[in-house]
């Protein structure tokens, strides 16, 4: 599938709106024979072969016999100037489920191939319309939970992640080259290697990786969503703040300790962090099986939690069950909630130390709200983090797994050419560090993980 392939020789559809009953459905089609298609079964003013690409023709769809099928719209775009690099052909009916079915036969019949998931991005991808990163960068903005999450996928469509990936790759192709030329003629006029020059370079070359790096845990964020979890002892208002996070009432809320014996998960955007934030049971000392089954799940969990939000009653003095949750709850993934502020403190902070990050809040009258909030992003972003659209983001593990790849090469490279070690060596980290990047873009992706990706996307994208 590697982008030497040829073009691919049959025309394939599909239909590009969701199934369901809508105003319009679109079929599309790609590929050499996309026009006569279109041909075959277009009546209107303006034949296909004589449409202006990029203008949408009004006319009726027929089948072969002649009998109608639907009043539509088309549009041809032509080769090279589409999504897919193809001539690719938009048929815009009215949104019925039978109605795009006798479409897609329609053209079925006529020798048109059902595309299989992902096949035009993949088509755009092997006609160099767009490079790796760009087409499933398609597939995160479809995905998108969040506006600022579809800003950081549409900032890797336009391609600012493979430009600065490009950055990359050209330094290492520039000290490949020099190390190269070096190992060719060593006794040539060229000198001998500039050693501390290339490994200033490279060290460059590292740190912007490692900043790069650094964006991930948002990118991530952004991108899948994370998981937080909200843990205390029965009574210190958990349902009440999963609700006035929410906004809503959905979980009971009661006077009752231990009313709240079954995990509601609920999904919210925070500062554009898609969250799924879960409530779970009380941790409280107990022989009830239920509730100790509670007990367990909450452990389960917090240790699974992207983010636990430890929720303290701040009226009352701390309690064996609260030491207990507090047991649960990792310190360096918790923030701390001091709930009921509203009420006179009754609880010695000095229990409650080992949480660096906290916050006070008034769940029942939505007080510090905010400020918790901006912990939770805080958290995941960084300060300013939902800033994050505006610079390059690493947001699919994919793409890291290469960079750190790509930075451990530059690491043994240096480390190589500290030792004085042969030129042979150093070249060798390089095209290493070459080749991880050159997964990310596309342009040494192995084909079964090239399959992967466009198998991912949904049929028609
Ligand atoms: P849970 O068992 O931890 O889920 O606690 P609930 O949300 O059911 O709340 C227990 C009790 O505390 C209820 O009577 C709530 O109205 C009350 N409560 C919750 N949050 C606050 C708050 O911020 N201030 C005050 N004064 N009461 C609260």
């Not at 080749?435 to 040494?444: D, K, M, N, S, V």
């Amino acid at each position: 599938m590697s982008r030497a392939a040829l073009p691919a020789a049959d025309t394939i559809v599909a239909p590009a709106t969701p199934p369901g009953e809508g105003g319009i459905g679109i079929v599309r089609l790609s590929g050499p024979q996309a026009g006569l298609l279109l041909a075959g079964a277009f009546r209107g003013r303006v034949s296909p072969a004589a449409m202006a690409s990029h203008h949408l023709y009004r006319g009726r769809l027929c089948q072969s016999d002649g009998g109608p099928v639907d009043d539509v719209l088309a549009v041809i775009m032509r080769a090279p100037h589409s999504y897919t690099g193809e001539d690719v052909v938009e048929v815009h009916c009215h949104g019925g489920t039978q109605l795009l079915r006798s479409v897609l036969d329609l053209f079925l019949l006529a020798g048109a191939r059902l595309a299989q998931p992902g096949e035009f991005t993949q088509r755009a991808f092997l006609n160099g319309r767009l490079d790796l990163a760009q087409a499933e960068a398609v597939a995160a903005l479809i995905g998108a939970r969040s506006a600022q999450a579809a800003r950081v996928a549409l900032s890797q469509l336009e391609g600012r992640l493979s430009r600065q990936l490009h950055q990359y790759t050209d330094t290492l192709r520039e000290l490949l080259l020099l190390v190269e030329a070096h190992i060719d003629f060593p006794d040539d006029d060229l000198g001998r290697l500039d050693h501390p020059a290339v490994a200033a370079r490279a060290s460059g070359l590292q740190a912007a990786m490692t900043e790069l790096l650094r964006t991930f845990d948002a990118g991530r964020a952004l991108r899948e969503g994370v998981s937080v979890l909200i843990l205390g002892r029965p009574n210190v208002g958990k349902s009440s703040l999963l609700n006035a996070l929410l906004g809503e009432a959905r979980a009971i809320v009661t006077d009752i300790p231990g009313t709240t014996r079954d995990t509601v998960e609920e999904h919210l955007v925070l500062g554009g962090v898609p969250l799924r934030l879960v409530d779970t049971a009380g941790v409280r000392e107990t022989a009830d099986p239920i509730e100790l089954e509670g007990v367990r799940r909450a452990r389960e969990k917090a240790l699974a939690a992207d983010l636990v939000l430890l929720v303290v009653d701040a009226s009352q003095p701390l309690t064996a069950e609260d030491c207990m949750a507090m047991e649960l709850a990792p310190p360096e993934r918790t923030v701390l909630v001091l709930n009921k502020s509203d009420l006179p403190p009754g609880c010695d902070p000095a229990g409650l130390t080992k949480f660096p990050r906290r916050v006070a809040v008034a769940a029942r009258c939505g007080g510090g709200l905010r400020e918790l909030q901006v912990a939770v992003v805080e958290y995941f972003c960084g300060a300013g983090g939902s800033d994050l659209q505006d610079s390059v983001v690493l947001a699919e593990r994919r793409h890291r797994e290469a960079v750190v790849a790509a930075s451990g090469a530059i690491e043994r490279f240096l480390a190589a050419e500290a030792a004085g070690e042969p030129l042979e060596c150093l070249a060798l980290e390089l095209r290493e560090a070459l080749a991880a990047l050159g997964q990310i873009t596309g342009e040494t992706t192995p084909d079964d993980i090239l399959e992967q990706i466009f198998g991912r996307f949904c049929i028609g994208k």
